[in-house]
């Protein structure tokens, strides 16, 4: 997708993404789309600890993001002063992480004259399949699942995003996640479970579908870690054991998740749907839901599979998107994250999303 007509003035978009475990940077061209990205993954680092440890996170961010754009604008034929404007993820996140994305964004942008802009990072994952061909066109329903997060959202156009429904607790990836633990797997535990999963089959154990056959749009997946621990308390389970665990937690996930977006594209009678977030890399979700939507005469979107997980590209697209819409910039050079942020209080394009103050 492009993001200008061939008349408007070209821009180049850095995008930064340190919301998390990810160092994202990515390259994006408003008449040439995507130039390239680069990711460091702290997946190893974290390891030892069975999550992500913030302090680490936002350490090894500062090490890795500015040697990370260099390789990205040598390889890409560009320099820091072909910058039109810097794009980076202002929240949702861990806050010291955060600082480090907004803190290098802000300081290129002040040395280089060009306005810094703060992206939601949900908006980053559901704007993402924007950067797929076939890329879907507004208005589509968008299921966001990753390890923190859990929504259904009607998405109108950039900023206008109404919330259908979302996780009462724990969020698909968590559950994923939590899983993975109780059988002794690694972190993060979505393709851990996928994998060992391939040679399980559903239904050797039986886990709960939550909420499956309510009329709302929200989800459960607390009680899946509960069901999962009542299964492996106290036993040792053969290695095809957890196999056919992990199939039917990755099967119960994936029920619920489709049936409630199908009903998200009845009730809101559209039919396109969009899967953005890191769970949505899982393959028996994805066939999962082509199946039931190709049934339905529904469309189902990706962003690439390299691009579901946390990545630069999609902050780059965002910021490209509002920059080139006229979003209003900061006037001074104060800056603030945003570790906790609804992305209902989104607005359109032309929205300033760095403070003014
Ligand atoms: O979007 P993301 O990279 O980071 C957040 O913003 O949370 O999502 C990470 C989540 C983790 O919970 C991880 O276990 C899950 O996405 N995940 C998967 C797969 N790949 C990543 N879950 C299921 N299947 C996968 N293949
Ligand atoms: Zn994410």
Same mark, same amino acid.
């Given at each position: 997708?492009?993001?200008?007509?061939?008349?408007?003035?070209?821009?180049l978009?850095?995008?930064?993404?340190t919301?998390?475990d990810e160092s994202?940077?990515?390259?994006?061209?408003t008449?040439?789309?995507l130039?390239?990205?680069?990711?460091?993954?702290q997946?190893?680092m974290?390891?030892?600890?069975?999550?992500?440890?913030?302090?680490l996170?936002?350490?090894?961010?500062?090490?890795?993001?500015?040697?990370l754009?260099?390789?990205?604008?040598?390889?890409?034929?560009?320099?820091?002063?072909?910058?039109?404007?810097?794009?980076?993820?202002?929240?949702?996140?861990l806050?010291?992480?955060l600082?480090?994305?907004?803190?290098?964004a802000?300081?290129?942008?002040y040395a280089?004259?060009?306005?810094?802009?703060?992206i939601?990072?949900?908006?980053?994952?559901?704007?993402?399949?924007?950067?797929?061909?076939p890329a879907?066109a507004?208005?589509?329903?968008?299921?966001l699942v990753s390890?923190?997060?859990?929504?259904?959202?009607?998405?109108?156009g950039?900023g206008?995003?109404?919330?259908?429904g979302?996780?009462?607790?724990? +969020? $698909?990836?968590?559950?994923?996640?939590?899983t993975?633990q109780? @059988?002794? /797997?690694?972190?993060?535990g *979505?393709?851990? =479970? %996928?994998?060992l999963?391939?040679?399980?089959?559903?239904?050797?154990?039986?886990l709960?579908?939550?909420?499956?056959?309510?009329?709302?749009f929200?989800?459960s997946?607390?009680?899946?870690?509960?069901?999962?621990?009542?299964?492996?308390?106290?036993?040792?389970?053969?290695?095809?054991?957890?196999a056919?665990?992990?199939a039917e937690?990755?099967?119960?996930?994936?029920?619920?998740?489709?049936?409630?977006?199908l009903?998200a594209l009845?009730?809101?009678?559209?039919?396109?749907?969009v899967?953005?977030g890191?769970?949505?890399?899982?393959q028996h979700l994805r066939r999962?839901?082509?199946?039931? +939507? $190709?049934?339905l005469?529904h469309?189902?979107?990706?962003p690439? @599979?390299? /691009?579901c997980?946390?990545n *630069?590209?999609? =902050? %780059?697209?965002?910021?490209a998107l509002?920059v080139s819409?006229?979003a209003?910039?900061?006037?001074t050079r104060a800056?603030?994250v945003r570790?906790?942020?609804?992305?209902?209080t989104l607005?359109g394009?032309?929205?300033a999303?760095?403070?003014?103050?």
């Amino acid at each position: 997708m492009r993001v200008s007509s061939d008349s408007a003035k070209p821009l180049l978009i850095l995008g930064i993404e340190t919301s998390c475990d990810e160092s994202g940077v990515a390259l994006y061209h408003t008449q040439r789309g995507l130039l390239g990205h680069r990711l460091h993954s702290q997946v190893a680092m974290h390891a030892d600890y069975g999550g992500v440890v913030p302090e680490l996170a936002s350490r090894d961010h500062v090490r890795r993001v500015l040697p990370l754009t260099q390789q990205l604008l040598a390889t890409c034929e560009h320099t820091l002063a072909d910058l039109d404007a810097i794009a980076y993820t202002q929240g949702p996140g861990l806050a010291g992480a955060l600082l480090v994305g907004a803190s290098i964004a802000h300081g290129l942008a002040y040395a280089l004259n060009v306005p810094a802009i703060g992206i939601h990072h949900l908006e980053g994952h559901l704007l993402s399949p924007l950067l797929a061909d076939p890329a879907p066109a507004f208005p589509f329903v968008a299921l966001l699942v990753s390890g923190g997060h859990t929504q259904l959202m009607r998405v109108a156009g950039v900023g206008e995003y109404q919330l259908l429904g979302e996780t009462v607790d724990d +969020a $698909a990836g968590e559950a994923f996640d939590k899983t993975a633990q109780l @059988l002794g /797997l690694g972190y993060p535990g *979505g393709p851990q =479970i %996928a994998r060992l999963a391939e040679r399980g089959q559903p239904g050797k154990f039986k886990l709960p579908r939550p909420m499956l056959n309510r009329g709302d749009f929200n989800f459960s997946f607390s009680g899946l870690k509960t069901a999962v621990l009542t299964a492996v308390r106290g036993k040792t389970l053969s290695e095809s054991d957890k196999a056919h665990l992990a199939a039917e937690c990755q099967a119960a996930v994936a029920d619920v998740l489709v049936a409630k977006a199908l009903n998200a594209l009845e009730k809101t009678e559209l039919n396109q749907i969009v899967i953005a977030g890191g769970v949505g890399a899982n393959q028996h979700l994805r066939r999962q839901l082509d199946h039931a +939507a $190709a049934r339905l005469g529904h469309r189902v979107f990706y962003p690439p @599979l390299d /691009l579901c997980t946390d990545n *630069g590209a999609m =902050i %780059a697209l965002a910021g490209a998107l509002r920059v080139s819409a006229g979003a209003a910039t900061a006037t001074t050079r104060a800056f603030d994250v945003r570790p906790r942020w609804d992305l209902e209080t989104l607005r359109g394009p032309e929205q300033a999303l760095t403070p003014l103050s």
